[in-house]
């Protein structure tokens, strides 16, 4: 079992960056491939970008290609996000989430963060 949490969210300008963290409890962290997802009010969670377990490869979501960037740490039980050229429609909560298989439905995932808020302002 892993315990996630986000941190880094906050307030930016459009044009803005942010780099969202994942802190993962245990020591099971580097057999997971890792995914971003985030959540705009009144809209339903959707993947923004996921790291197989060895940091490898990775898979982006149209909206964010070429502005976001997910890596990891293992040594140090980390994911990452590093968001740059933020949009306003890039506001909402982010979550981290692991999963077995490097796939994209959230439903393939086994664990989760408890999110961070991302607002961005025009």
């Known amino acids: 079992q892993v315990q996630l949490v986000e941190s880094g969210g906050g307030l930016v300008n459009v044009e803005g960056s942010l780099r969202l963290s994942c802190t993962a409890s245990?020591?099971?962290?580097?057999?997971?491939?890792m995914g971003w997802f985030r959540q705009a009010p009144g809209k339903e969670r959707e993947f923004v970008a996921n790291?197989?377990?060895?940091?490898?490869?990775?898979d982006y979501a149209d909206s964010v290609k070429g502005r976001f960037t997910i890596s990891r740490d293992n040594a140090k039980n980390t994911l990452f996000l590093q968001m740059n050229s933020l949009k306003s429609e890039d506001t909402a909560v982010y979550y981290c989430?692991?999963?077995?298989?490097?796939?994209?439905?959230?439903?393939?995932?086994?664990?989760w963060g408890q999110g961070t808020q991302v607002t961005v302002s025009s």
């Open positions: 989430a692991a999963g077995h298989r490097m796939e994209r439905p959230a439903d393939e995932y086994d664990y």
């Open positions: 790291i197989n377990w060895i940091g490898s490869s990775t």
């Open positions: 245990g020591r099971a962290f580097s057999r997971y491939n």
